[in-house]
C-alpha cells in the first residue's frame, strides 16, 4: 500500500470513527430521553 | 502528484478491508481517552463550574466531588436543601463572611442546596462528604421532601441530575424494589449519560476556564400574585398530595442516610432547618392538615435524634414581600436575614468544635 494510499485511509478512519463516537453518545442522549419520558412523573 | 491524489482518494474513499477495523480502533481510542481525561478528580478540580444560576446539576455534581477529595479538616458548614432552602441562604461567600463576623475566624461553606431535591439524593450527597467531616450539616426541610412516591423518587433517578456514585442511594433504590445501573468502575463510562448532559461545558471544562459562581440574587421576575400565584398554590397541593402516604417511608430514607453520614463523620452536628414559607400563604399552599401534621411529625422526629429543629417561620423571621412565590425568597436583605439568623443558631456548635480541635 502506497503512502498516499495510507493517509487517504488513516484519514478516512479518524473521521469515521470519530463520528461513530459522537453518534454513540448521540444514542446515550436519546436512550436518556426516552427513559425520562417513560418514567415521567413530575 | 496526480497518482498521489489518485492513490489518496482510493485510500480515503475506495473499499478497503482495514477501514472497519480502523474506525473501530479511532472510536476505542476517543472512548478511552475520555474515560482517561473526564475523571472525578477531573471535575471536581472544576468544582465550581455552571453554566448560570439555575444550573444546579453540574454545580452540585462537581461540589459534591470536590468535596469528597477534600483534605480539609477544620470545622465546616455545609448546607443540602431544596430550591425554598437555596434562594433563602447568600452565596457561600458571603455566608462565610457573615460567619467569620459571628466567630471572627474563617469558616468554609459547602453548599449542596439544588432545587427539587429528594431524600435518594440526599443519599447520593451524604456518600460524598469527606470521611472524618467536622462541622455542622444544616439540612432544608419541608412536606415537598417528605412528598415524593418510590416510583417519583425513581423517575427523577433516570433524569441523571448528578453524575455520583452512592451505595446509600443504591441501596435505597434495591429496598424500592428497583435494581441500580450496572457500574464498570469506570466514571466515564457509568456516567456518560449525566455527562453528555454537560456538553455546554465541555470547551470550559476542557480548557480549565476561570471558575465562576452564579450571583443568585439578581430578582427573577415580578413577585406572583393574583390568580397566577393560586395556580401556583394549586400546583403545590398537588405535589403534596402524597404527602401522608409517604412521609414514613421517607423519613426513613432520610434516617439512614443520617446514620451513614455519622458513621463516617467525627464531630456533627445535623441541624433540621424548616424551609422558609411565605407568611400570607401558610397553609393555601399545602393540602389541609399536611402543614399541622408536618410540624407534629418533624418535631417529634427531631426531638427523638436530639437534632435541633429551626424554624423561621415561628419566629417572625420573614415577611411576606421578602418571597417570589409561596416558599421561595428573592429578596437579598431577607436572604441576608435568613442566614444572620442561621449562623447565630449555629455559632455556639461550631464554637465547641473549635475549641476540642485546638485543644487535640
Known sequence: ?42 | MRTFFREFREGAFGPTRGSLAGTLAVTLVWIVLAAVIVTPEFLAENSAVALNARDDNTRITARALAFRYSRDRAPMVAAMGASGFRMALMSPDEFEAILEARLGRPIEVMDLTVGGLTVWEIASLVDHFPDGFEGVLLLGVGPGLLSYKARDLYAREQEIRFGLDSETRDDELRRAGYEPAPSTGIYFLDHVSFLVSLRQHWPRLLARAERIYPWRFKPWRRPYAGAEMEARCAMIRERLSDYFETREASLASLDRAIARLRSRCGSLEIVLVDNPRNPAYVGRAQPPGVLDDYFDVMRRYAAERGLPFLEANSEGILRTGDFLDECHIQEMAAARRYTTWIVNRIAPALERMSESESGR
Do not use: D, H, K, P
Request: charged share 10%; glycine share 8%.
Open chain 1, 1 to 42: 500500500m502506497t503512502f498516499a494510499r495510507l493517509t487517504g485511509l488513516a484519514l478516512r478512519c479518524l473521521v469515521l470513527g470519530s463520528l461513530l463516537f459522537v453518534a454513540l453518545l448521540g444514542l446515550v442522549e436519546l436512550s436518556t430521553a426516552m427513559r425520562i419520558f417513560r418514567y415521567q412523573a413530575f
